[in-house]
């Protein structure tokens, strides 16, 4: 997959989870992708690369603060429940045979599950909870990281 150009659906699982609001860095957001906080403590995009940060939350809606100063808008993320997002494709696809359930899996874009962090190249999406039955798509837990 790829990282996302629109908002995707959130799909996620359980109980309703905690809502935040974080500030955003000078960058866009998009609805239903894995959000992390950079080293400066604003919110980006997860997966684009392990100096991204760790991963919070996902995006509750779209921001577009490309044009602004890190800090200048707000983006409401959802937060410790279980989400559903794409699974990766060749080496990085997740199967029961390659990930245990509730091992650590990565993010190899916003919105793209990977079973391996690429040698220390990718972030920690959150932990593998299995595998959606008919989709194949990878249940993922997320909660902000120490």
């Known amino acids: 997959m790829a990282a996302a150009t629109k908002a995707i659906p959130i799909v996620n699982l359980g109980p309703e989870g905690e809502t935040w609001h974080v500030p955003v860095a000078a960058t866009i957001i998009y609805k239903g992708t894995m959000v992390a906080i950079n080293a400066a403590g604003y919110a980006v995009a997860a997966g684009l690369a392990a100096a991204n940060g760790k991963v919070i939350g996902v995006a509750d809606h779209d921001v577009d603060n490309s044009a602004g100063a890190a800090g200048d808008k707000k983006l409401r993320i959802q937060t410790r429940k279980t989400f559903v997002?794409?699974?990766?494709?060749?080496?990085?696809?997740?199967?029961?045979?390659?990930?245990?359930?509730?091992?650590?899996?990565?993010?190899?874009?916003?919105?793209?599950?990977?079973?391996?962090?690429?040698?220390?190249?990718?972030?920690?999406?959150?932990?593998?909870?299995?595998?959606?039955?008919?989709?194949?798509?990878?249940?993922?837990?997320i909660q902000p990281q120490a």
């Not at 080496?91 to 916003?110: P, Q």
């Not at 690429?118 to 920690?124: D, H, K, M, N, S």
């Open 85 to 141: 997002f794409n699974n990766g494709a060749g080496a990085d696809e997740i199967t029961l045979a390659t990930l245990a359930i509730g091992a650590n899996c990565f993010c190899a874009d916003d919105n793209t599950i990977a079973d391996n962090d690429a040698t220390a190249t990718r972030v920690v999406a959150g932990t593998f909870m299995g595998l959606e039955e008919t989709s194949g798509k990878p249940r993922v837990y």
